[in-house]
């Protein structure tokens, strides 16, 4: 099999049916490349090498399976799956940053965080008992913290007069 045909099924079955123009787009090629590639009409087919590199590089695709037909259509890696992830929940940059932040903490810490927003949780449910711990108080006080900040800053507002008005 040539690995035209590959892109051609990745593209049309993997990317729901992307159009050529699409694809190419993403690649930094027309349309026009990726129909030739398609469909074997290349003079040179081994100077392509650095664009399947970057196929297998922007979609997580396994070169032997792309090249030669051998193995599973994807690489399997953390990232590929944060990715999927991301996009399924529709997470904004921040929203990844945070995730893949908690993600990369240790499992201390990462303990530490699960009972803050346990505690957070547990502000509009019934407890957890699984934060009966030292981690669980600290989490509370820094919710406390918040809440008492926040009521401040609402009773400063009010204290302080308006000087527009004065």
């Known amino acids: ?6 892109i051609r099924y990745f593209r049309t079955h993997e990317l729901n049916n992307m159009s050529r123009k699409d694809f190419g787009e993403s690649l930094g090629v027309s349309a026009d490349v990726i129909n030739n590639i398609e469909r074997n009409r290349l003079a040179h087919p081994e100077k392509k090498e650095p664009l399947l590199r970057l196929i297998c590089e922007t979609y997580h695709v396994n070169y032997d399976w ?11 890696t953390k990232q590929l799956f944060f990715e999927k ?7 904004d940059f921040y929203s990844q940053k945070i995730l893949g932040c908690y993600l990369n903490l240790p499992s201390e810490q990462r ?7 346990k505690s957070i949780s547990d ?7 699984n934060c ?3 981690n669980s108080e600290i ?3 820094i919710a406390d913290v918040h ?3 926040d009521v401040e800053m609402i009773l400063e507002r009010e204290m302080i007069p308006d000087e527009s008005q004065e």
Do not use: H, W
Request: proline content about 4%.
């Open 1 to 6: 099999m040539y690995f035209g045909d590959n």
């Open 66 to 76: 792309l090249t030669k037909n051998e193995g599973k259509i994807y690489t399997k």
């Open 85 to 91: 992830v991301c996009r399924a929940y529709g997470l």
């Open 111 to 117: 303990d530490i965080v699960d009972c803050f927003f």
């Open 123 to 129: 502000a509009f449910s019934e407890p957890s008992p």
């Open 132 to 134: 009966g711990n030292e």
């Open 139 to 141: 989490a509370i006080d």
């Open 147 to 149: 809440q008492e900040t």
